[in-house]
């Protein structure tokens, strides 16, 4: 999948810049560097200029442009009048007339100063916006921090970049998502869910194209060794130009601006003579820097204890799906179409993690692989989900410079923007999941990928973005593969991942047959035999000829099993292999894959942006944090308060809880002595979305998170009341109406 | 913890053997190697030979070694009457004469005959018992194998050995045994959930002692360089021996069990002995074997693109949870008892995995790290408990030779046989979960750690061993581990990991005090303030002088700030480091940590085994598998079958689909054409509780799996019957009286 690419979000800005692939210094990084993700593997042709010279054209008529060539202009004005001046004043001109040039001068100044002014405010405009969403990052991740949502890994030994922990808030929030995840798509589509190991031995990665295709770019500090990503340190120097340097040019501007928007396409030597060229060098040393050279992102390590079998930590989970797909299809009655799912930790070493929750090396994927017959994509749930309307962002809009727009699902599909209706069912499948989670429907996207971001065999794919403090971010992927990863490991380990269809006649062609004399086998193998057995029957073509070819020879042959870590000796007599003519009753072929992976702690990091205000404190003297959590995604649904510290209270807190539990409501007692503010304040930045407050042993408060609303519920009955809440059973506005209010205890609240 | 041990059963013949520690023999081996897992370190002194003469003479006394004796005493008996007879014939002596020695001489061979199938009788007993639990193994591995419970990890790679997928009903059975222990401890007693990254540098499981201890021996065939256990090899070597080879001595055959028995406690040396004097060679080539030496158990990797971070992949969860600590107690309001729980995946690198399913190189792990402080480790809720009864199985029970007895956990408490009540509490709360998921309580013991298997610094030590075809399984460690863990990461962290308790009277101690210049620094630093400053005040006490000297005398210093990945330079300005004197006002101490610890894979293959059962089909003419999983665990609670391919059924058996689909009971549809009988023999094997066939578009059936009891309830209600049955709101007798049954379709039935 090609979640997680190297740029993780893409503006429109910097699609201008893209569409200029037709000036000049363009084309020499029109080709695609090969893209860091495996799966995305051999360079497509370069794109066609398809830029409208009014997208093209745009890009100069920008306000920032037109203000550099203005800056430029009064620039050279003011030089021309101080030239004019200096003149008269060496040809002992009149004073008059030097005072009139003088004055000319200034205004020109002025004049200069004025359009300096606007230049500055038009670049950091941005930057003043990028100002207030750090301000409101740096809130939300101190709250995180703060009240253990996330932790960074092994803090107490200094931690280690691009690990955190999820802290008990954290975990029940990504337990919660995780649980939903399942619900909606697993349970509720019947999707075959697998569990497979991290440690995957190499030549499934080699296969997937991981081994080789799997890198990031790195240079290195020449003299300290220190490692930084190339594409980084040449997106900084552009960035901090752009932003702090106000006497470029409006032509030096477009080509920085230009090269931010190819980064991604950038080959390593590309990106080494941009570096040279703008004489970039180690951030912190000023040390010269190496040329760029790929790394690979996959946490290496050894399988056994021979040293022999090289394994690296999965960097997603879809492989372990692909190799399982002839079972999962034995599974699923030979019948296609079917989905296997998978939830499981994937890690990428990157080379210096930024963007804080974004960029990590160890994460949770939630991976869905849908396999269908290339000949029927259609999708019989489709129309459950083709009223829909949200924001899309298809391949047309993003090219002719427009912002995404609402589009209705079903029109979508129907007029062919998007590829085929099952991939339109998981696209209304992730807004659906994505806005119940709590997501922000308008600042959630399905950005289509143009067409030099895709890979060759892709028919289509979307990435479902999300709008966060860092900008655009690609939580969800949505691909349609075709058959490129069941071939690539049909091809790689012999073994045919194919589907199935009868024929109306049946056909004659020529096979390879292995047959293994299983009591021969027993006798020399006894308990191995199956292993020897099951290996023997998994060699592909090439390796059965040959040994084929070794038996009639010498009469036996040494034979690797993989599963027994060793070489056995085969005789003539154990196996027999053929060719044999055999008549096929069946279309035989290679099923389609539409793929949605998700980002589980992408979506949980732009969750937290989105769910989290302030409000002022009741005394107006601070801002209270508030996350607004819907219940499913609450860590604790409720909270349970004696108004104050009196044995009676406790007891029936105590009773409280205990009915809680037994209708499995997740929540937690505060004996503190803090007052009912505090403490309210409190849960409200844990998302806690009901407090009950016991102020008697016969009725207690209900207050609601966002309202702030209470109302007056009886001991026995309260339990169920807010179990009815929380399972989306009843809504708070008909709670709302059917209890009395409170509102003496206003005087307790914040 | 000590879970997963080298040998993973401990059968109370081996105890026996470990009794004779007094004999000469044994004495050569009473020193315990350093046991392989790491948070087990320094050894203890050997144990006292406690033995008890009676216990030690049982072994000498069992039927085997008195047939031994036998069989020795028979043999020379026969030899010397073949010599008689020899001399006899010899001297010419009369013809009845000879005849008369011959057939005593026949008469001795008879009697040797009978004695040796007497002993072979005796011996292969077990073997015979061994090949019954190996066929019953057999047919629940072939289950679960073709109905996908578990498949073997990359399988048309030919897989990897000790890696294992969790296919479809596997995962399902998975992830309900891992929502159930979340329910069943985390919530209902409040524990604090974290998630740590699997990655973890050196420095974290160099303090935790895996780093230098986490090892099992290796042996090499010297030639190939195929790597072998040396312990698996010796024990392979001696059952052999014991088991085939009826020639030997009493004698022989009890140091041979001698050496069984105490083969965990054999140094490198001790090993490397008695496998060069025992010959053993290489088991595939017979070629000679290396000297044993330790092979590190953790699959390494390297952290980063430097090269300079090693890592490993960690192997249990628990370290997440220590190095956590100091953030958990101040969340948890500072205040003691609390837990701390981590679900998560753990790699050990395995030498040659064996025992299938049981020895894995990855696997869940669930821990529970209850803090406690070491003055006070009553529990509130153990009453809960404490009348729990079950097997219980003290040191001094083995000791004796005895078997595991009932114990009520009240009493056993009290006694003071379990250390204290809150380690109580725990082995109560296991004993509860193993069981409501189905695990047999008469194949449930907790058997405490002898004296020689417990870490020197633990107070006392219990495993969860269930009874399967391998033996006795330890499946949960509950050890109450003293301060051990927190004291070796406060030690090489430097970061007190300690709890408070307030003094009546303030003290004055001398402390080291960093204050940095937040201001300073940030000017220097900017976005990296807040990781400097972190950095500096997590120093421990040696480097703080070290910076303090180099500050003083230079002006400046480089310091290593991990979380950047870089040095800074720090300048004398901008962080102060002194010696103060401080006044406490609070008792400061290292908690006791008692830790629960779950092999998920283990309980669940145990589960496996306790669940499964065959039963005739209806013809007769074959044995029906069937998993009697609860409700809590089975895959899929229900399936629906229309009774026969007709519309009107499909569209019943779809409606009733959705309404489950509502309820959130998982099921399954089942339009196959295969007779009833068929869908619910593939449906028991799958362990799925309830069928619904669909016969009429007014009533449908429910079928009781292990009963085969069918009631007929209406369309509109059939959904919330199996709800509240599988919800445990109802019991299926309360239904089968309160709904008429259904007897007709039984000829339907298998």
Chains 1, 2 share one sequence.
Not at 562 to 578: F, P, Q
């Amino acid at each position: 999948m090609p979640l997680f690419s190297s740029s993780s979000s893409s503006s429109s800005s910097s699609l201008l810049a893209r569409l200029a692939s037709s000036t000049p210094l363009a084309s020499r990084f029109s080709i695609p560097r090969l893209f860091s993700l495996p799966r995305r593997p051999p360079p497509p042709p370069p794109p066609p200029p398809t830029a409208s010279p009014a997208a093209a054209a745009a890009m100069d008529r920008t306000a920032e442009d037109a203000l550099r060539r203005a800056l430029a202009d009064k620039q050279a004005a003011v030089e021309a009048q101080g030239n004019a001046v200096r003149a008269l004043k060496a040809g002992k001109a009149p004073k008059p007339e030097i005072d009139a040039a003088i004055a000319a001068l200034n205004a020109l100044k002025i004049d200069k100063a004025g359009v300096e002014k606007q230049l500055q405010a038009a670049v950091s405009g941005a930057g003043d916006g990028a100002l207030t969403r750090e301000a409101f990052r740096h809130a939300v991740v101190n709250t995180l921090e703060r009240r253990l949502f996330y932790i960074p890994s092994f803090k107490i030994y200094r931690g280690v970049a691009g690990l955190y922990d999820y802290g008990p808030p954290g975990c029940a929030v990504k337990s919660n998502v995780l649980a939903y995840w399942r619900q909606h798509f697993v349970h509720e589509e019947n999707m075959l869910e697998v569990d497979c190991p991290c440690v995957t031995p190499e030549i499934v990665l080699k296969a997937s194209g991981h081994v080789d295709k799997f890198t990031d770019l790195m240079v290195k500090d020449e003299k300290t060794g220190t490692c930084y990503r190339a594409d980084h340190l040449l997106k900084d120097f552009c960035n901090e130009k752009l932003q702090k340097d106000l006497s470029i040019s409006a032509e030096k501007a477009a080509e920085l601006k230009l090269v931010l928007a190819t980064l991604d396409d950038l080959s390593a030597d590309e990106l080494g003579a941009k570096i040279k060229e703008y004489g970039i060098a180690a951030p912190d040393t000023k040390n010269a820097l190496s040329d760029p050279y790929p790394f690979n992102l996959m946490f290496q390590t050894s399988i056994g204890p021979s040293g022999l079998l090289p394994g690296y930590m999965r960097p997603e989970t879809a492989q372990g799906i692909f190799v399982n797909f002839k079972d999962l299809y034995y599974y699923n009655g030979n019948k296609l179409p079917f989905a296997a799912a998978q939830i499981g930790q994937a890690f990428r070493n990157e080379i210096s993690p930024r963007q804080g929750l974004l960029r990590v090396r160890e994460f949770t994927l939630a991976e869905i692989e849908h396999f269908v017959d290339p000949e029927d994509k259609s999708h019989p749930k489709f129309s459950q989900v083709a009223d829909l309307k949200f924001l899309m962002f298809p391949r047309e809009q993003q090219m002719s410079g427009q912002s995404a727009i609402k589009t209705q699902l079903g029109e979508a599909v129907s007029k062919g923007t998007v590829n085929n209706a099952t991939l339109g069912y998981f696209i209304g499948r992730v807004y659906l999941f994505l806005t119940r989670l709590g997501i922000d429907k308008d600042r959630l996207r399905f950005r289509q990928h143009l067409a030099n971001e895709m890979a060759h065999y892709a028919a289509d794919c979307w990435d479902a973005e999300i709008e966060c403090s860092y900008g655009w971010i690609e939580c969800v992927g949505i691909a349609d593969r075709s058959a490129y990863d069941l071939r690539a490991h049909t091809e790689k380990s012999g073994v045919a991942l194919v589907a199935h269809e009868k024929f109306a006649e049946p056909r004659e062609v020529e096979k390879l047959v292995i047959s293994s004399n299983k009591k021969k086998l027993g006798l020399a193998f006894k308990g191995n035999q199956k292993m020897v057995v099951e290996s023997l029957e998994a060699m592909g073509e090439e390796e059965a000829l040959q040994l084929k070819a070794a038996l009639e020879s010498k009469g036996e042959a040494e034979f690797l099993v993989c599963t027994l870590g060793k070489s056995v000796i085969i005789k003539d007599n154990m196996v027999k292999i053929s060719k044999q003519k055999i008549r096929e009753n069946q279309r035989v072929f290679t099923p389609s894959v539409i793929e949605p992976s998700f980002g589980i702690g992408r979506i949980i990091y732009c969750l937290y942006e989105h769910s989290f205000y302030t409000r002022p404190s009741k005394a107006g003297d601070e801002q209270l944090n508030v996350f607004r959590f819907p219940p499913l995604v609450a860590p604790i649904k409720c909270t349970v308060f004696p108004l104050i510290q009196k044995p009676e209270y406790e007891s029936v807190a105590q009773l409280i809880s205990r009915s809680l539990t037994v209708a499995g409501v997740s929540h937690k007692i505060d004996i503190t002595g803090n007052t009912i503010g505090k403490r309210y304040a409190r849960t409200d930045e844990l998302g806690v979305p009901f407090a009950i407050t016991v102020d008697s042993q016969v009725d207690v408060t209900i207050r609601e998170r966002d309202s702030k609303d209470q109302v007056r519920v009886s001991v026995g009955e309260v339990a169920s009341v807010v179990k009815e809440v929380i399972d989306g059973h009843r809504t708070w506005s008909d709670v709302w109406s059917s209890f009395p209010h409170h509102t003496s205890a206003s005087a307790e609240d914040e």
